[in-house]
Each structure stands twice: as structure tokens, then as C-alpha cells.
């Protein structure tokens, strides 16, 4: 209850204020009539009673520390400071923020993408464990395996602690198949072993896996639905487990329902999973079978240079059936599924992400040196600050301020700019980008984007702190005028860096110049405050320290 109140006393601090200024004045009237009944005059009280009453701005601020914090006041300040700071130069603040919310809007828009494709875990268990196996030839660049091979494999020690495959170009006549029950729709169908669930590590909402039994030709047909599939076509019944739906004319028994979150390891979206139930005259022959994509759950502990040199004998074995002339395009290979997943766009992807990056720190030095130029037209200012009691890290935080509003306006202004793009972008991209439909803003990607901001900004912003060299400090012989300035502008031995440090050191000059006005004007204000320096001097005194 008691921060609640502290909370209510700082934005109503006007009304406190003046609660103070009456308790004040009515302690003032109360010593004058005291004065006056002990026999002084009016004007003998009314002297007196001040100097025994003290320094009145002192002791309202003391006062106001006991219902006010003073850390949360002085920073709702410097909020309202830099807020007026921003209407006087209306240029550099929508300058500022503009640029801001470039960088971050294109490197938020950009990154989501990118992070679906290099960074965003895959939809199974242990994803980096699992493998594309199989043999490329001129036919496919992509890795495949006869079905005839496959079985060997299966039957053979292999560094997998299991395989599972689909049949490339799913049912007879394609890819696709008819749900022929009330009004038909085309769907995507996949024929799948029974292992294939198994070793991608998903286990179905609703339901159960194929069984072996089930994985044999002439059974009764069985299936699991996709989620988006059960959701849309059957209204996220949840007593769709053993009902028979008509597939291609014919009666099939769902038996599961997918996650909303698998995916085909081709990226693939299929509607219905069927059993391969291949037939076993066409495991005889690898020339005259079913080609199928075959991936593996590697051991633990096993890499994939030692599965590939594990498998590498069995691959002698089939290539008894290559054509002797066409033996030296055929080649095994294994590699990660997510290697198999982006192809070739790894590459793309990083560099498209460091251009993006580089386009975010371009961006922040260019507000780092508008605050720099900005800075040095504010000496006075500073000057000014400094010598009615500032700190020199009262000053310092009132740039992180303002630093940090000009940030959350760049990063408002850059979650706009960032939807935008990446509506453009999802929607003009050529086809073959993996993962692109699914690149969506969220809070990581934005947080991303704006801490690196920030964190550039101020460490350009207080690199001068950790400058040794003194050649790059400006002298002051007046506030606001430079007597020597060796590297105000471009350095070539320090280039953009140098002349950073050199505006920021700048500043830190003119602080330590008010410093020096006030200890030497100190004594000339301390007998106007009953020998204390106040912690707010007045114009008079300000403008006697300036002269």
C-alpha cells in the first residue's frame, strides 16, 4: 500500500508541491508572529524567521524525498525533459527515429525469415539426430534408395537406431488422392512405413501409429489425418478414431490424428498418411521396384562422417545393380535433415542476414552521430545544468534517456515497417524459399533487433569514456566555442570511431568546465542561501555563474 501511495504522489507532484509550499509558509507565519510578540518589528520578524528557517528550496526537497522517491521523480524527469528536448528540434527526433525503424524494421523482417530456416529448432524429437540417407544420381539430386535396398538396410547393423521412408510420388497416378464421401475434395497422400513416425520422434494427438501388421499388403486400409485436415473437414471431431471415411471410392479406418505442428521432413504438406504395404515381388529386384526417401535416427553418439563410413559397404552392395558405364555418378550420401531441408539456401540466408545487420548498424551509427552533433550545440545547455547542481551522472543518465526513447520510437515505428516488408516479401518471393510461409513477427525476433540497437548505440555513444589519448580532447576557452579542436572532424588514423570519441570527450570538457564555474562561483552564491550550496540555485546566481 505504501508504494502505491509513493506511485500516486509522483504523478501528482504539482499538488504535493504545493502541499509543501503551504506547510512551509504556515511554519514561516507561525516564527514572524512569534518574532513580533517577543517585541521585534515587522520586518526584524519576518528577517529573522527566514534566517532561522533555513534554506526553504533545501528543505522542500528533503521533504519531498519522504513521499516521493527520488530515483523514480528524477526519472520520470528526465522523460519529460527529453520529451520537450524532442518538440524543440522536431528534425532530429523524426530523423532519428526514422532511421531506427529502418534498421530494425528490415532486420526484424528479414531475421524472421531467416530464423525459420537457420535457427528455429525442428518439429521432432532430438532433431539433430535425425538423417537423409541415400544415393544421388544425375535421375535425383536428392538422396533416394530403392525399395529392395531399403529392406537390406533395415535388416543390416547400421549406425541408425532406426529408419523409416515414404514412397516418392505417393499412391498409384501421384501425389494425390479423393475423399469421396459427401462432397469429394482432392487431398495430398503420402504412403509411409510403419516406422516412419517412430523415428521422426512424433507421436499422434490423437490415436496411434501403423502398426507392422498393417504395413502388409491385401489388409483392410487404415490412415491418419492431418491436424488441419480433422480440424477443417471433420470439425475437430474427437470420436473421428475408428471411423471409416471413403478414400478413392474405397473404405479406410482412421487411426490417428497429427499434431498441428508436423511437417513432412520434404516440407511437404500431405493430408492423409498411408501405409506403404509394399508388395514383395517388387523387393526382389531394386531395378524394377518403388523408389522411396529413406530417414534415419542416428545412435547416440554417432556422427555423420562415421555413419557414412558404416553404410559405405552395404552401398558397394547395391551398386552390383548399376549399370557399369553409370557406377561413377551414383554416390552415397547422408546429412542432416535440416542440411536436406534448406539445400542450398544456407548460404543465401546468411548472407542476406548480415546485409540486413550491417543495414541495422549503419543505422545506429547514423543516430549515434546525429546525438553526437546534437551534444556539441547543447554545451551551453549542459553547461548550464552542471552549474545549477547537476551531477555528471545526472547528465549522463538524461542522454540514456533520451537515447532510450529515441530507441523505443525507432523500434514502434520498425514493428510497423517490419509487417509491412514481410507481407511484401512473403508475397513477391519466388517459389522454392523453405519455411517461408511460416516466417512470422514474434516478441524474440523484435527484442533481437532493438537490444542490438541499443547496446551499439551506447557503446559508440560512451566509447570517448575509454579513450586515453588526449590529443582528441576539445578545449574550451567558453561555453560553446572551441579554442583548439586537433579531431573534430574525421580522423584518418581513428576514421568514424575517432570522431565519435572526440564528440563524446567533448562533452565530458564542458562538464568538467561547469564543474570548475561552480566551485569558483560558489562562494559568491553561498551567502545568498545562509552559507549552503542549494540544490537548486536561482536565475540570479545561475547567470552570475555563467557571466
Known sequence: MNLLNRLARLFRRRNVDDDLREEMESHLQMRIELNERSGMTSEEAQREARKQFGNRALIQEDTRRIHISAFREQLVQDA????????????FTLTSICALALGIGSTSAVFSVVDRILFRSLPYAHEDRLVSVGVTAPLDTN????????????????????????????????????LTENTPIRLSCALVDWTFLQTLGVEPLLGRNFTREEDQPNVPRVAVLSYSLWQNRFGADPNIIGR?????TKPVTVVGVLPATFEMPTLGQDDILFPQALDPASLVHPQTGVSLRVFGRLKPGISIPQAAG?????????????????????????????????????????VLFAAVLTVLLIACANVTNLLIARGTTRAKEFAMRAALGASRLRLVRQMLTESLLLS????????????????????????????????????????????ISLVWRDVRSGSGILC?????????????????????????????????????LADSD??????????????????????????????????ELLS
Open 80 to 91: 519529460r525533459y527529453a520529451f520537450r528536448s524532442f518538440a524543440r528540434a522536431p528534425g
Open 143 to 178: 538422396e533416394f534408395a530403392a525399395a529392395a535396398d531399403y529392406r537390406d538396410w533395415q535388416a543390416a547393423d547400421t549406425p541408425f537406431e532406426s529408419l523409416g521412408s515414404f514412397v516418392i510420388g505417393g499412391p498409384p497416378g501421384g501425389a494425390g488422392c479423393d
Open 244 to 248: 471409416a471415411i471413403s478414400v478413392d
Open 310 to 350: 558404416a553404410m559405405e559397404p552395404l552401398f558397394q552392395q547395391s551398386l552390383q545393380w548399376v549399370p557399369p558405364g553409370f557406377r561413377g555418378e551414383v554416390k552415397l550420401r547422408i546429412r542432416s535433415l535440416r542440411d536436406r531441408q534448406i539445400q542450398d539456401a544456407r548460404t543465401s540466408s546468411w
Open 408 to 451: 523505443f520510437g525507432g523500434a514502434a515505428g520498425g514493428c510497423i515497417l517490419a509487417w509491412l516488408l514481410l507481407y511484401v516479401f512473403t508475397a513477391a518471393a519466388p517459389a522454392g524459399i523453405p519455411r517461408l510461409a511460416q516466417a512470422t513477427l514474434d516478441g524474440r525476433v523484435l527484442l533481437f533487433t532493438v537490444f
Open 468 to 504: 586515453p589519448d588526449r590529443r582528441c580532447t576539445i578545449r574550451r576557452n567558453r561555453i560553446g566555442r572551441d579554442e583548439t579542436s586537433p579531431c573534430a572532424g574525421f580522423d584518418p588514423d581513428r576514421g568514424f570511431v575517432g570522431s565519435a570519441v572526440c564528440g563524446r
Open 510 to 543: 564542458v562538464m568538467e568546465f561547469s564543474e570548475r564555474s561552480v566551485r569558483n562561483a560558489d562562494r559568491k552564491c553561498r551567502h545568498w542561501f545562509n552559507g549552503a550550496r542549494p540544490a537548486v540555485y536561482t536565475n540570479s546566481c545561475a547567470s
